[in-house]
């Protein structure tokens, strides 16, 4: 992901990133117990499918924690605002746009949002099968009347785990 960087603001080009792969790393959420910002963390194993990793949730304000396995767990539900393994709240989510849920699993997901919305020329990648996270955003979230609205709601939450 980093060639991206110094590529200009104007220029997006899809990285062909799943929401699965964002999920490798931690994700964001709010603490069950104490109702702050709480990390669940991968435990990446040999399988190369994230979504089969078993993760750790933990909080550090109130030392809640809580582990996560595939084995017999409820089927995971991805691509809203709450985490797909323990099914909390995503700590980063905001309403924008006239009730729309502007939501991130984490950091990484947050820049790969701002870089896309910021960007005035959005290529698209060649599109191999699975439809990446870019290819799935919502019509709201590409439409460039929104595009300054999206980005103080992006920078909202980025303040939220500076
Ligand atoms: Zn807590």
Not at 135 to 159: F, H, T, Y
Request: with cysteine; net charge positive; proline share 7%.
């Amino acid at each position: 992901m980093d060639e991206r960087q110094g590529a200009g603001q104007d220029r997006f080009r899809d990285p062909l990133v799943s929401l699965y792969e964002m999920a490798a790393e931690d994700i964001y959420v709010v603490c069950p117990r104490c109702g702050h910002r709480a990390i669940n963390a991968a435990r990446p194993t040999a399988d190369k499918r994230v979504p089969s990793w078993p993760r750790r949730l933990s909080c550090t304000r109130c030392a809640y924690s809580a582990s996560w396995s595939p084995r017999g767990s409820r089927e995971s539900c991805w691509g809203g605002p709450v985490d797909p393994f323990f099914g909390l709240p995503l700590w980063l989510t905001v309403q924008c746009c006239g009730g729309k849920t502007l939501w991130a699993l984490n950091r990484t997901h947050l820049d790969l949002l701002q870089e896309y919305v910021g960007a005035r020329l959005r290529e698209r990648g060649p599109q191999p099968g699975g439809m990446t996270l870019v290819a799935r955003l919502p019509n709201w979230l590409k439409a460039a009347g929104n595009r300054d609205e999206v980005l103080r709601a992006i920078s909202r939450l980025r303040a939220s785990v500076d």
